[in-house]
């Protein structure tokens, strides 16, 4: 099995559908738990007056467990026979978006989960529209409860006609819709007995099939500037690789001052290396004395993003306090960061309708999602999201708290 | 470039170690010489070019394993750290033991005695090296992680976390708590330790059939079966073992949520 090839993925939709048990089972299931976790979920659950809980192998704290809710999102470890997977479990009341949000913005992949005796709901649409907004396109689709819908295959039809409908409005392309007892491990890791007329993947099965995301070194370089470090006599500039590859000797250009120099060293501790590639940290010395600081974007000439002070963006706002269109506010995009205030709420959405609520906004409101302009105090180097997502994606930040992501769409 | 599994972390954890740093930079490295917090100390000296620009940081409960402090001044001496020993002289002092209650010991000579140092040397941020896959409540962690002037974890309200944007310090919060080992899984650690050629104390390495697998006092950790006397055995254990690692720390076991309850008033 190859060790690298590693995927995320984040279980996301309404409150009570099954996140947590859906997890737990698929860990029982295939036998991925130590003896002493079971004994202990056993007690715990009999302690609390129930069958044994699966979803408490997930939600761990106290609050969590005595009312039968996820808080806060949770990542564990699982293998199947072909790859690791990182779980993240999300919470699905609508309390808890931002931790929904929080797991989501981790994963590479997503599974929707649907309680077929209650079809899409509130935060069915809510959680898909975000993965829809944060450029998730491999998305797996589960119907859970199929036990209490008999395990009709009519009724299996019915709301999958209503999920796809709903995801194909927000243009997520779900290939797989499968009909599962979470509680009861049909088509969890084992294919169930009582739905002869489903001939598709185990949910277990399915996961396989979900593809990592390509890494982003065929792309033209960009390495954003982390910090700067004296060492010995050396000045070196620290920072991620985030698209292409940096060379010993290589012409670069700085941004935003536009300067060029030269690659004069490529440091890493304690190793001899020449070149780096997209997603290793590493340091930089440049032939020119020039003056590096955190937040410069290091590209090659001809080669460079765009720089600009007005940014077109989809916001979700993730804060009690509302977006006040006065107030400044801090933006942070790799390691850019500089003041901002919104110039202008061309559109203000109901993320769980995609109702517009009003254009041309003064406020966004929590979990609202927003079309916006944004006016930024120092230009930023950016990139269309679906090229380099490091330089397409940003948060907002308000009295030292993120309020907001976005996604950038083009700029102006 | 060579893409490994442990490439990522590797890489993962240095560019949160240096976000750390650069917004903070009055930071500190909890060390607790285990071969997690050790892992830490190696990715922060490789973010930093070899030379860590801030203190290290040991809580000492003064029950520590004698192998414990015996490695902990050689590495100290050898990788040129600045170590800060802090212990809750007060308690120990008045005799303060798991005797006198397993909870409040823990409290006391771990956490209050982190309290004090943070207290005397103002940081603003530590490193520790916990991992999600030791326990479910670490499982719900963030990678900078907001602690209150009373050291409360605020577990049910915790900031958004995304892209590797992370939380700054707001007025109303005494401090960071910092995870750069958060999605390292034990076996990751081991495999790393083996990569890197990195130390680690002999107590988890195999005696008369018994080995150490998580180290806290020599009062409240007790040893698991096991013949793997050598890193690469280790390896192999973790590969099909179905015993968890913490099984052996007493703190883990006393009710469901004591991890829970330690936690939130600013434990490790």
Not at chain 1, 20 to 48: C, F, H, N, Q, W
Not at chain 1, 350 to 369: C, G, H, Q, W
Not at chain 2, 127 to 136: A, F, K, N, P
Not at chain 2, 140 to 156: A, G, L, N, T, V
């Amino acid at each position: 099995m190859p060790q690298n090839d590693t995927l995320r993925f984040v279980i996301v939709g309404h409150v009570d559908h099954g996140k947590s048990t859906l997890i737990g089972r698929l860990l029982y299931d295939t036998d991925s738990l130590p003896p002493d976790k079971i004994e202990e979920i056993k007690k715990v659950s009999a302690d609390s007056g129930k069958q044994t809980e699966f979803a408490f192998l997930l939600d761990h704290l106290e609050e969590e467990r005595k009312q039968g809710i996820t808080i806060d999102t949770t990542q564990i470890f699982f293998k199947s026979s072909k790859r690791h997977y990182v779980i993240i479990d999300a919470p699905g009341h609508v309390e808890f978006v931002k931790n929904m949000i929080t797991g989501a913005s981790q994963a590479e992949a997503a599974v929707l989960i649907i309680d077929v005796s209650e079809g899409v709901k509130e935060q069915t649409r809510r959680h898909s529209y975000m993965l829809s907004l944060l450029g998730m396109n491999n998305v797996v689709v589960v119907l859970n409860k199929m036990d209490l819908a008999g395990f009709s295959q009519e009724h299996f039809e019915a709301v999958k006609k209503e999920a796809a409908g709903w995801l194909s409005s927000i243009n997520i392309a779900a290939e797989l819709f499968i009909p599962i007892s979470a509680i009861n491990g049909d088509n969890v890791a084992k294919k169930s007995e009582k739905m002869d007329w489903y001939k598709g993947p185990t949910f277990l099965e399915s996961l396989d099939t979900l593809r990592v995301r390509q890494s982003t070194e065929d792309k033209s370089l960009i390495f954003p500037i982390q910090d700067v470090y004296k060492v010995a006599d050396k000045r070196i500039n620290a920072g991620r690789v985030e698209a292409g590859i940096i060379r010993k000797g290589m012409d670069i250009k700085i941004l935003p001052s536009g300067q060029t120099t030269k690659v004069n060293s490529v440091e890493k501790y304690l190793e001899k290396t020449e070149e780096a590639s997209a997603g290793e940290c590493i340091g930089i010395t440049t032939a020119d004395s020039v003056f590096l600081e955190r937040g410069n974007i290091v590209c090659l000439p001809g080669k460079e993003p765009p720089v600009t002070d007005r940014i077109s963006a989809n916001i979700f706002w993730m804060s009690r306090q509302d977006l006040d269109k006065q107030q400044k506010l801090t933006i942070r995009c790799a390691t850019q960061e500089t003041i901002c205030r919104i110039d202008s709420i061309e559109r203000r959405i109901d993320s769980s309708t995609l109702a517009v609520i009003a254009e041309d906004a003064d406020t966004v409101k929590n979990l609202e999602t927003a079309e916006v302009i944004i006016k930024t105090k120092k230009p930023l180097a950016i990139k269309d999201f679906n090229v380099v997502r490091e330089l397409g994606r940003f948060v907002l930040v308000q009295n030292d708290n993120i309020c907001a992501g976005g996604i950038i769409t083009h700029s102006s | 470039m060579s893409n490994s599994h442990l490439d990522k972390l590797e890489n993962q954890s240095i560019y949160i170690i240096r976000e750390a740093y650069s917004q903070f930079r009055n930071v500190a490295g909890l060390w607790s010489i285990g071969k997690d917090s050790t892992c830490l100390i190696w990715l922060i000296r490789k973010a930093f070019f070899g030379q860590i620009p801030f203190p290290v940081l040991h809580i000492d409960t003064t029950y520590k394993f004698e192998e414990i402090y015996q490695f902990r001044d050689k590495y100290a001496k050898e990788w040129n750290l600045n170590l800060i020993v802090a212990k809750n002289e007060e308690a120990v002092e008045a005799g303060m033991g798991p005797d006198k209650g397993k909870f409040e010991c823990c409290n006391q000579l771990k956490t209050v005695a982190l309290k004090q140092a943070i207290a005397k040397y103002k940081f603003k941020a530590l490193y520790l090296g916990i991992r999600r896959d030791e326990h479910g409540i670490r499982a719900k962690e963030r990678i900078f992680s907001p602690r209150d002037e009373d050291f409360e974890w605020d577990y049910k309200n915790q900031p958004p976390e995304l892209w590797d944007q992370y939380k700054t310090k707001a007025a109303q919060e005494e401090h960071l708590r910092v995870h750069p080992l958060l999605g390292w899984r034990e076996l990751d650690v081991w495999e790393y330790v083996k990569r890197e050629n990195l130390p680690v104390v002999d107590l988890y390495f195999a005696k008369n059939g018994k080995r150490l697998r998580s180290i806290g006092c020599k009062t409240c950790c007790g040893p698991v079966d096991s013949e793997a006397d050598s890193i690469d055995k280790i390896i192999e254990e973790l590969k099909t073992s179905r015993v968890s690692e913490r099984s052996g720390r007493a703190q883990d076991k006393e009710d469901a949520y004591t991890m829970q309850k330690l936690r939130s008033l600013g434990y490790m």
